[in-house]
Every structure is written in structure tokens, then in C-alpha cells.
């Protein structure tokens, strides 16, 4: 009995006073420890790095610490994780406790769920203007029709003279590096993908975990808020409960991080945000009980508990109903929210620019009311920069439209292809078949398997091309209102120019170099993205064999990228013309 006195005093120095004032001797404060548990969770799904492919041994890519490192932590987290016992005393791998079917309710998930604990455990730490020829505008205009609603899905370079005083020629200075056509491109390889809209057994049991888990927090949480607002035991023992939920949703989370799933950036981020939305709702749900704010007594008006068991029920609707389902609906989702991003930025810019142009005589108008409107107009030479930035924005937002649909036509031929020799019957019956001559069986199968790989990470790599362009398209956004700031900024310019691409066409054809002014560098980097991702569509080569998945792509998307490609060179000297009047004249 002193012991346990001894105990219950180290307890209360340790901030658990509120808690164990109504625990009796002996007792065990389990809101605590699970508190604890479901924080070292939620900090192991917080340092997943969707857009890493540099996995631990047990499948899961893990941001560094804060050292930069984490070579050593993986090694740690393998050797914990094969010696986690659960308190039943059972050991298992995550990817046995998947195949096995072993997640058939929230108890029979102890054992391999320990390992979510363990890992958690680890500290990972002039010019005169160039008029657009009719037929050039109508090359723009033609691609719209390749975008889909903005809101339907979101919610469910020309070699160019260096302007004076800004960017010197590469020839006439030494210590601005010049660009080689042998510089790698701008945007890195995509991670490998398993699947397209067909789902593989490994994704659709993470999808289970997942749906399981939060399915069992969803009930587990009205329990745990009304018994344990007038019985602290028996709400640590839902509590207990609640954190059982929290493991499964944990476990689902790491096997979609695992390069046994192929899971795209797109999905892993849907994944990670969702997972993560789920579990702090449960922390803070649980925190309330654990700090006394939810406590009380039936019907005493108290109602933080149910407030908070609402955050839980909606974020576990929101994960087990509006999470994407593999890497079609999760890569699609993001193009379309680039597109309504797009669409937004074009009408907030065409609304400033409706309101015209400061006259140069202007005395600046009386009040504040004038004042501030002055603020939110551009100049007249400004206004000719946010015009050539705009139609930039509705290129991106065409472009756009075009990977999605690009995307579409590969995947399709990906999926046949998915049934082995038989979908490569089918696409060679078709015409559009892989060219593999082999007597082989296996090595046939095997061969029509790569192309089914090659067709994935060329898929891949185009989304990230569209990622760069959909972002950039918000990162010079940011840089448009008015006044435009004409301040150069030597250094980020030459580190601009130390990774920037090379030539990106085929013809030879350059993007136009654009000074070194913020708006100008992220102008230039947004056309060399275009540039980029429209080249990509317009060879389309697989990345490993070189060979041409051209005939894979329907006529509508063949006409749009010749239009398209043609409208980027326009949008190019529209920009580069604009900026050299507004640079030199700043």
C-alpha cells in the first residue's frame, strides 16, 4: 500500500492530478497512456514524406530528423519493429498482417499494429509589341474545351537578349553558369507507380485498414464521450479502445507509404492529410477527458465532449467517404484543383485589370478611398506585364487539361495491360499493342509487364510536370498584385541559373530569358515547366526504353498538344516583350 501512495504522488507531480484525483489506489490512468501512444502516432504520420521514394526496411518513407539524417533510424525501426511483442504476446510484419487477412476486427489488430508504436517510438528527426497572328490566339482558345469543370472533381522558351543592368549574356560574364542542353530537367522523376484505376491487393487492404479503423473510432468515440464524462475507468478502457482504431488507421497510412503499393504522390498526400485529421481529432478528444475540461456531471450543460466527438465523427466520414481511391482519383483530384486554382487566380487578375491603368498625370485622387483603390491598379506598363502573366495562366490551366486527358489515354492502355499476355493480345489485336516478338511465355509475360511499368512511370512523371505547373502558376500569382516590385535580386537569379533546364524542344526552341526581378525569375521558371510538360506530351517516350507511346494518345489530344505547343512559343515572346519595357523603364 505505500507504494501505491508513492505511486499516485509521482503522478500528480507529473501533471496527472486532474485524473488520478478520481482514480483509486492502484488503478492505472489509461486516458494517459493512450494520450501518449496516440501522440507518438500522430508525430510518426506527421514525418511521412509523401513525395519520397527513400523507404526504411519496414516499407515506410520517413522524413529525416533535424540533423538531416536518418540513416541508423531505419535500421532501429526494422529491429524494433520485428521485436515489438503486443500484449497478447504476438510479433507479425506489417505486410504479413496484410496478405493474411489478419485485420478482421479492431482486437485481432494488436499484434502487427505494434509496430506503428515502435516506429512512432523513433526520434526521426522596348519595344514595341509583336502582334498575335488570329490563328495564334485560336491555337489558345482551342484548348479549353480540354479542361473539365473546375468544381466537378476538386471537391469529392525563344532565346531572348539580356535586358541591361539585369541578366548579363552567359558569354560575357563568367560567374552567371549558362545552362547546358545536357542539364537534367526541371522537374525530378515521379514516384514508381503500381496501378492506375485498377486496384492491386495491397492497396484496397490499406483502404480496409483504413476504412475499419475509422469506421470502429466512429462508434468507440459516443461511448468513450458519454461514459467517460461520469466513470474515468470505464472511459480508460474505451479509451484503450479508441487507440486500437487509432493503430489501424496508423498501419493503413504506412502501407500506402510502402513501394509494395505504388502509391502516388497524389494519393500518399490524401493518405497522410486524412489519416492525420482523423487521430488529432481523437487526441484532442481524449485530452479533454485527460485534462478535466469534458468532466462533469449527466445533464450538467457541459457539452465540450460532444463538440469534440463531432470533430471525430466528421473526420472519420470525411477519411472513410471523400478519400480518393488509388492513384487515378487521387492524381485527378489534384489536376482539377489546379485548374479551379487557375480559374480563380485568371478572374481576381482580369477584375484588376478591368479597372485600367493609372494615368501618368494622375494627382493620385483625394481620401483614402483614392488611395487605396491607386494601390489595387497597375500602370500602364505594369498592366501590359499582369495581360502577357494572365493569358500565362490560362496556357497553364489548358496544359492542364491536356495532361489530364493524356493521362486518361496511357492509363487506359496500362489497365489492359495489367492481364498479362491476355491484355497484350488485346492491344496487339487492336493495333496498339507493345512490338514484343518472344516464344517465351514467361519472358513475354514479363516484357509486356515493363511496358505496363513504363506506362505508369511516364504517367507519373507527366503529373509532376503538371504539379510544377499548377503550383507555379500560385507561386507568381503571388508576385502579380499591384505595384509590381522591380527590385532585382542578383542571387536568386544565378541560383536560378544554376539548375535551370536546358534547351527543351526538339526544334531547339529556347524559353526566353526574363531578367532578375522575383516576378521576372518566376515567369521564366513557369515557361520552362509549360515548356517542359508540353514537350513531354507532344514525344511521349517511355522513360527506361525510349520506345513511343504516341499511338496510344486519341486524335483530340494530338490536335491540342500542336495547338497548344505553338500557343506557349506566342505566350513566350508575349511575356519576354512586356517585361523587357516594364524592366528597363522601372
Given at each position: 500500500?505505500?507504494n501505491?501512495k508513492?505511486?499516485?504522488k509521482?503522478?500528480?507531480?507529473?501533471?496527472?492530478?486532474?485524473?488520478?484525483?478520481?482514480?483509486?489506489?492502484?488503478?492505472?490512468?489509461?486516458?494517459a497512456?493512450?494520450?501518449?501512444?496516440?501522440n507518438?502516432?500522430?508525430?510518426?504520420?506527421?514525418r511521412?514524406?509523401?513525395?519520397?521514394?527513400?523507404?526504411?526496411?519496414d516499407?515506410?518513407?520517413?522524413?529525416?530528423?533535424?540533423?538531416?539524417?536518418?540513416?541508423?533510424?531505419?535500421?532501429?525501426?526494422?529491429?524494433?519493429a520485428?521485436?515489438?511483442?503486443?500484449?497478447?504476446?504476438?510479433?507479425?510484419?506489417?505486410?504479413?498482417?496484410?496478405n493474411?487477412?489478419?485485420?478482421?476486427?479492431?482486437?485481432?489488430?494488436?499484434?502487427a499494429?505494434?509496430?506503428?508504436?515502435?516506429?512512432?517510438?523513433?526520434?526521426?528527426?522596348?519595344?514595341?509589341?509583336?502582334?498575335?497572328?488570329?490563328?495564334?490566339?485560336?491555337?489558345?482558345?482551342?484548348?479549353?474545351?480540354?479542361?473539365?469543370s473546375?468544381?466537378?472533381?476538386?471537391t469529392g522558351?525563344?532565346?531572348?537578349?539580356?535586358?541591361?543592368?539585369?541578366?548579363?549574356?552567359?558569354?560575357?560574364?563568367?560567374?552567371t553558369?549558362e545552362?547546358?542542353?545536357?542539364?537534367?530537367?526541371?522537374?525530378?522523376?515521379?514516384?514508381?507507380?503500381?496501378?492506375?484505376?485498377?486496384?492491386?491487393?495491397?492497396?484496397?487492404?490499406?483502404?480496409?485498414?483504413?476504412?475499419d479503423?475509422?469506421?470502429?473510432?466512429?462508434?468507440?468515440?459516443?461511448?468513450?464521450a458519454?461514459?467517460?464524462?461520469?466513470?474515468?475507468?470505464?472511459?480508460?478502457?474505451l479509451?484503450?479502445?479508441?487507440?486500437?482504431?487509432a493503430?489501424?488507421?496508423?498501419t493503413g497510412?504506412?502501407?500506402f507509404?510502402?513501394?509494395?503499393?505504388?502509391?502516388?504522390?497524389?494519393?500518399?498526400?490524401?493518405?497522410?492529410?486524412?489519416?492525420?485529421?482523423?487521430?488529432?481529432?481523437?487526441v484532442?478528444?481524449?485530452?479533454?477527458?485527460?485534462?478535466?475540461?469534458?468532466?462533469?456531471?449527466a445533464?450538467?450543460?457541459n457539452?465540450?465532449?460532444?463538440?469534440?466527438?463531432g470533430?471525430?465523427?466528421?473526420?472519420?466520414?470525411?477519411l472513410?467517404?471523400s478519400?480518393?481511391?488509388?492513384?487515378?482519383?487521387?492524381?485527378?483530384r489534384e489536376?482539377?484543383?489546379?485548374?479551379?486554382?487557375?480559374?480563380?487566380?485568371?478572374?481576381?487578375?482580369e477584375?484588376?485589370?478591368?479597372?485600367?491603368?493609372?494615368?501618368?498625370?494622375?494627382?493620385?485622387g483625394?481620401?483614402?478611398?483614392d488611395?487605396?483603390?491607386?494601390?489595387?491598379?497597375y500602370?500602364?506598363?505594369?498592366?501590359?506585364?499582369?495581360?502577357?502573366?494572365?493569358?500565362?495562366?490560362?496556357?497553364?490551366?489548358n496544359?492542364?487539361?491536356?495532361?489530364?486527358?493524356?493521362?486518361?489515354?496511357?492509363?487506359?492502355?496500362?489497365?489492359?495491360?495489367?492481364?498479362?499476355?491476355?491484355?497484350?493480345?488485346?492491344?496487339?489485336?487492336?493495333?496498339?499493342?507493345?512490338?514484343?516478338q518472344?516464344?517465351?511465355?514467361?519472358?513475354?509475360?514479363?516484357?509486356?509487364?515493363?511496358?505496363?511499368?513504363?506506362?505508369?512511370?511516364w504517367?507519373?512523371?507527366?503529373?509532376e510536370?503538371?504539379?510544377?505547373?499548377?503550383e507555379?502558376?500560385?507561386?507568381?500569382g503571388?508576385?502579380?498584385?499591384?505595384?509590381?516590385?522591380?527590385?532585382?535580386?542578383?542571387?536568386?537569379?544565378?541560383?536560378?541559373?544554376?539548375?535551370?533546364?536546358?534547351?527543351?524542344?526538339?526544334?531547339?526552341?529556347?524559353v526566353?530569358?526574363?531578367?532578375?526581378?522575383a516576378?521576372?525569375?518566376?515567369?521564366?521558371?513557369?515557361?520552362?515547366?509549360?515548356?517542359?510538360?508540353m514537350?513531354?506530351v507532344?514525344v511521349?517516350?517511355?522513360?527506361?526504353s525510349?520506345?513511343?507511346?504516341?499511338?496510344?494518345?486519341?486524335?483530340?489530344?494530338?490536335?491540342?498538344?500542336?495547338?497548344?505547343?505553338?500557343?506557349?512559343?506566342?505566350?513566350?515572346?508575349?511575356?519576354?516583350?512586356?517585361?523587357?519595357?516594364?524592366?528597363?523603364?522601372?
Amino acid at each position: 500500500m505505500p507504494n501505491n501512495k508513492k505511486k499516485n504522488k509521482q503522478k500528480k507531480k507529473s501533471g496527472g492530478a486532474a485524473c488520478v484525483s478520481v482514480l483509486g489506489d492502484g488503478d492505472v490512468n489509461l486516458n494517459a497512456e493512450v494520450l501518449e501512444a496516440l501522440n507518438r502516432l500522430a508525430e510518426t504520420l506527421a514525418r511521412l514524406d509523401e513525395s519520397c521514394d527513400d523507404e526504411d526496411e519496414d516499407g515506410a518513407a520517413l522524413e529525416s530528423g533535424s540533423d538531416g539524417s536518418s540513416e541508423g533510424a531505419a535500421a532501429k525501426a526494422v529491429e524494433k519493429a520485428t521485436a515489438a511483442k503486443s500484449d497478447d504476446g504476438g510479433s507479425a510484419e506489417i505486410a504479413e498482417f496484410v496478405n493474411d487477412g489478419a485485420y478482421g476486427g479492431a482486437r485481432g489488430t494488436t499484434e502487427a499494429t505494434g509496430l506503428v508504436g515502435e516506429t512512432a517510438a523513433l526520434k526521426l528527426d522596348d519595344g514595341k509589341a509583336a502582334e498575335t497572328s488570329a490563328a495564334e490566339n485560336a491555337a489558345v482558345d482551342g484548348t479549353v474545351a480540354l479542361c473539365p469543370s473546375s468544381s466537378s472533381e476538386a471537391t469529392g522558351s525563344k532565346d531572348g537578349a539580356a535586358h541591361d543592368g539585369d541578366v548579363p549574356s552567359p558569354s560575357s560574364t563568367a560567374a552567371t553558369p549558362e545552362p547546358s542542353p545536357a542539364r537534367s530537367a526541371l522537374t525530378p522523376p515521379a514516384l514508381p507507380l503500381s496501378h492506375w484505376r485498377m486496384l492491386p491487393l495491397p492497396v484496397t487492404s490499406a483502404h480496409k485498414l483504413l476504412d475499419d479503423g475509422a469506421e470502429y473510432i466512429h462508434a468507440t468515440s459516443t461511448k468513450y464521450a458519454l461514459v467517460g464524462k461520469i466513470d474515468s475507468k470505464e472511459g480508460g478502457n474505451l479509451a484503450v479502445e479508441l487507440r486500437k482504431g487509432a493503430e489501424l488507421i496508423g498501419t493503413g497510412a504506412l502501407l500506402f507509404f510502402s513501394r509494395s503499393c505504388g502509391s502516388s504522390r497524389s494519393l500518399r498526400r490524401y493518405v497522410k492529410q486524412s489519416s492525420r485529421a482523423v487521430i488529432a481529432s481523437v487526441v484532442s478528444l481524449v485530452r479533454s477527458f485527460e485534462d478535466g475540461v469534458a468532466r462533469g456531471k449527466a445533464n450538467d450543460g457541459n457539452n465540450v465532449a460532444a463538440q469534440r466527438t463531432g470533430a471525430v465523427w466528421s473526420a472519420c466520414d470525411s477519411l472513410t467517404r471523400s478519400l480518393p481511391r488509388g492513384n487515378r482519383a487521387a492524381m485527378r483530384r489534384e489536376l482539377m484543383t489546379w485548374v479551379r486554382d487557375c480559374n480563380e487566380s485568371i478572374e481576381e487578375f482580369e477584375e484588376v485589370m478591368a479597372l485600367g491603368p493609372l494615368g501618368s498625370d494622375d494627382g493620385g485622387g483625394e481620401g483614402a478611398e483614392d488611395a487605396m483603390m491607386e494601390e489595387e491598379q497597375y500602370t500602364e506598363k505594369e498592366i501590359r506585364v499582369a495581360k502577357a502573366s494572365v493569358n500565362v495562366m490560362k496556357c497553364s490551366k489548358n496544359l492542364l487539361g491536356l495532361v489530364l486527358k493524356t493521362c486518361e489515354c496511357v492509363g487506359e492502355h496500362a489497365d489492359i495491360l495489367s492481364d498479362g499476355t491476355d491484355g497484350g493480345k488485346k492491344l496487339a489485336e487492336a493495333g496498339e499493342g507493345p512490338t514484343i516478338q518472344c516464344d517465351d511465355e514467361t519472358a513475354h509475360t514479363q516484357q509486356i509487364d515493363d511496358k505496363r511499368k513504363g506506362m505508369l512511370q511516364w504517367i507519373g512523371n507527366l503529373h509532376e510536370m503538371g504539379r510544377m505547373v499548377g503550383e507555379g502558376v500560385t507561386n507568381f500569382g503571388i508576385l502579380l498584385y499591384p505595384p509590381l516590385d522591380s527590385s532585382k535580386n542578383r542571387e536568386k537569379m544565378e541560383k536560378w541559373w544554376a539548375k535551370k533546364p536546358g534547351t527543351a524542344t526538339e526544334d531547339g526552341y529556347a524559353v526566353p530569358i526574363l531578367g532578375s526581378t522575383a516576378l521576372g525569375l518566376q515567369l521564366e521558371h513557369q515557361l520552362h515547366a509549360l515548356s517542359e510538360c508540353m514537350e513531354s506530351v507532344h514525344v511521349a517516350t517511355l522513360p527506361a526504353s525510349g520506345g513511343s507511346i504516341r499511338g496510344l494518345l486519341s486524335t483530340e489530344v494530338i490536335e491540342a498538344t500542336t495547338r497548344l505547343r505553338k500557343a506557349v512559343r506566342v505566350r513566350c515572346r508575349e511575356v519576354e516583350e512586356a517585361i523587357a519595357v516594364w524592366d528597363r523603364n522601372a
